[in-house]
């Protein structure tokens, strides 16, 4: 019986779909994180009769035919870059994307990751890092005599030196946006990195073109919208109990037909 196998594969599509909500809900309060969705497809179709074919000697076509679906697959999971609410922090190291871009990051192996995570801090050298300690793009050194630090909506970064009157400029971060952000790969950390479906990153400064501006002393929150989560998941749910339901049915139908005498 197809149901049987039909009813399987809803099943196992409901479980990714689970898979990905609870992956959510789990990076609820995880910095610049950006909920993921499930896309499913039916699969192939047999086809008993084609439509179109012809039914008679005289040319008469058959208008709709005869398809049995085979059951869904799921197609892709797709990440949802949408902004996410802004919370304000007062660290001075702590920066919120406002609008389009990604962070550079320099991986420990030379490569550049992408991040909209904004939690940064000073490594042993006066350099600004991120958590994990990977230094952030282009490379600034804070001097140990510097009081405090400001960063405008531009991303140039002024300190406050002591016995300095005037302010000194430190360097300036540079952005990045993709054609096709969906298409990063997500290696944990917060980070990104560049695939063929992402295209090549184009470079910036912020509040310019393309690129949002930063708000210092702030952090960009997911973009996860619980209630729709949790309706999401009820949802999932159903659609896998209803399929395990249509296995359940087969298996009484199946079991009706071997008790025949």
């Excluded at 909920?35 to 008469?60: C, E, H, V």
């Excluded at 430190?170 to 997500?186: D, H, I, R, S, W």
């Excluded at 997911?222 to 298996?251: C, F, G, K, P």
């Amino acid at each position: 019986m197809r149901s049987l196998d039909i009813g399987a594969t809803g099943m196992m599509a409901q479980q990714l779909n689970v898979d990905v909500i609870s992956n959510n809900i789990a990076n609820m309060t995880t910095t610049g994180y950006k909920k993921q969705r499930a896309a499913f497809q039916d699969l192939i179709y047999q086809n008993l009769t084609r439509p179109g074919t012809t039914s008679s000697d005289s040319g008469t076509t058959v208008p709709s035919g005869l398809q049995i679906g085979l059951g869904v697959k799921t197609g892709a999971v797709y990440r949802m870059h949408s902004q996410g609410a802004v919370q304000m922090t007062e660290n001075e190291l702590d920066l919120a994307i406002l609008g389009e871009g990604f962070f550079q990051i320099e991986l420990p192996n030379g490569a550049t990751a992408y991040t909209r995570d904004g939690t940064f801090q000073i490594n042993e050298n006066g350099e600004i890092v991120t958590v994990q300690g990977y230094r952030v793009l282009p490379g600034i050194t804070v001097p140990d005599n510097a009081t405090s630090l400001d960063i405008n909506s531009e991303g140039e970064i002024f300190a406050n030196i002591q016995s300095q009157v005037a302010v000194t400029s430190l360097g300036q971060f540079q952005m990045a946006t993709f054609v096709n952000p969906a298409g990063l790969e997500a290696i944990g950390h917060n980070l990104l990195i560049e695939t063929t479906a992402s295209g090549s990153p184009v470079t910036g400064i912020a509040a310019q073109e393309q690129f949002g501006r930063l708000e210092q002393g702030s952090l960009e929150q997911s973009n996860v919208d619980v209630v729709a989560e949790i309706t999401s998941l009820i949802t999932a749910q159903r659609s896998y109990e209803m399929n395990s339901n249509v296995i359940s049915t087969s298996d009484e139908m199946l079991q009706a037909v071997s008790q025949l005498r």
